[in-house]
């Protein structure tokens, strides 16, 4: 009988995606025990921060792969409730390492959250330097998962697509605002590399077939700036909002400068990805 392929996270934007890509239905999905969704309704429940929820699990059964994108990546949250953060993202990556066979190969997705801003776009090699607390908790998990085998850490950008709920992911936030009248803050001096949720998806799934391990950056084909991205997706959705733009300074939560990631290879998986704003 062939293993199976687990996916945490699958109620985030990367994970939703990855479900929608995954075309011949191989993903066994986890979410928490608080979705509600009907689609959700026959999928594991799964808390990260449980662990004796790990040892339950592999000892029932031990999958072929993990793909994780799962933890709490709202960065306000994040600052308001640090030890909450580093109880699920970090913590439970404790817990995963620790009854997580050996043989099971490892994906784990990262974010561009680990880097502050800089001039100079950030490769594998560059230096991580955290201004929030989820970029804290993400540096951390990725140092540990790095010292084991058969493991694969994927920083990413910003993934634009539909999500699992009206509120999941940059585009149903700003389709979910407009609709309930709610204010729209952008702010224009964060610039990322942002790539659309599907392209992101299938490029995450191919790595996760290959022999690859160790860090990789999915890097897109420029940096788009905040303001420029949602002018972009007002005009492309004719969402019709109307927003403030301010710039990271006035806001009350560290928000990135200019964060492009790039990579130092050169393989066929290496090569950026469209930008969702192309120019």
Same mark, same amino acid.
Not at 164 to 183: D, I
């Given at each position: 009988?062939?293993?199976?392929?687990?996916? %945490?996270?699958?109620?985030?934007?990367?994970?939703?995606?990855?479900?929608?890509?995954?075309?011949?239905?191989?993903?066994?999905?986890?979410?928490?025990?608080?979705?509600?969704?009907?689609?959700?309704?026959?999928?594991?429940? %799964?808390?990260?921060?449980?662990?004796?929820? $790990?040892?339950?699990? %592999?000892?029932?059964?031990?999958?072929?792969?993990?793909?994780?994108?799962?933890?709490?990546?709202?960065?306000?949250?994040?600052?308001?409730?640090?030890?909450?953060?580093?109880?699920?993202?970090?913590?439970?990556? *404790?817990?995963?390492? !620790?009854?997580?066979?050996?043989?099971?190969?490892?994906?784990?997705?990262?974010? *561009?959250?680990?880097?502050?801003?800089?001039?100079?776009?950030?490769?594998?090699?560059?230096?991580?330097?955290?201004?929030?607390? $989820?970029? =804290? !908790?993400?540096?951390?998990?990725?140092?540990?998962?790095?010292?084991?085998?058969?493991?694969?850490?994927?920083?990413?950008?910003?993934?634009?697509?539909?999500?699992? !709920?009206?509120?999941?992911? /940059?585009?149903?936030?700003?389709?979910?605002?407009? =609709?309930?009248?709610?204010?729209?803050?952008?702010?224009?001096?964060?610039?990322?590399?942002?790539?659309?949720?599907?392209?992101?998806?299938?490029?995450?799934?191919?790595?996760?077939?290959?022999?690859?391990?160790?860090?990789? /950056?999915?890097?897109?084909?420029?940096?788009?700036?905040?303001?420029?991205?949602?002018?972009?997706?007002?005009?492309?959705?004719?969402?019709?909002?109307? %927003?403030?733009?301010?710039?990271?300074?006035? =806001?009350?939560?560290?928000?990135?400068?200019?964060?492009?990631?790039? !990579?130092? $290879?050169?393989?066929?998986?290496?090569?950026?990805?469209?930008?969702?704003?192309?120019?």
């Amino acid at each position: 009988m062939e293993k199976k392929t687990f996916l %945490f996270g699958a109620t985030s934007v990367i994970g939703w995606n990855l479900m929608l890509a995954d075309k011949k239905k191989k993903l066994v999905p986890f979410c928490n025990s608080h979705a509600r969704l009907p689609s959700h309704k026959k999928w594991n429940r %799964f808390n990260l921060e449980e662990e004796a929820a $790990y040892q339950t699990l %592999f000892l029932k059964e031990s999958p072929a792969l993990l793909i994780h994108c799962g933890g709490i990546c709202d960065v306000d949250k994040c600052e308001d409730e640090p030890d909450w953060a580093h109880h699920i993202n970090v913590k439970g990556i *404790d817990h995963l390492l !620790t009854y997580l066979p050996d043989s099971v190969r490892l994906v784990y997705i990262s974010s *561009d959250h680990v880097f502050g801003g800089g001039l100079t776009p950030f490769d594998e090699k560059s230096k991580t330097a955290p201004i929030s607390v $989820y970029g =804290q !908790t993400r540096v951390l998990a990725e140092q540990k998962i790095l010292k084991r085998a058969n493991s694969l850490v994927l920083r990413v950008g910003l993934a634009i697509g539909p999500g699992a !709920t009206q509120k999941t992911g /940059h585009l149903n936030w700003l389709h979910y605002r407009k =609709q309930k009248g709610l204010p729209l803050t952008i702010v224009k001096d964060e610039f990322r590399s942002v790539v659309w949720a599907k392209d992101l998806a299938n490029r995450i799934l191919d790595y996760s077939r290959s022999s690859i391990c160790g860090l990789r /950056h999915i890097t897109a084909k420029r940096a788009v700036s905040r303001l420029e991205l949602a002018e972009y997706l007002n005009r492309r959705f004719r969402i019709g909002a109307t %927003f403030s733009v301010r710039t990271r300074k006035e =806001q009350p939560v560290p928000h990135l400068g200019r964060v492009e990631l790039k !990579t130092l $290879y050169r393989d066929s998986l290496a090569k950026s990805l469209p930008a969702v704003v192309s120019s």
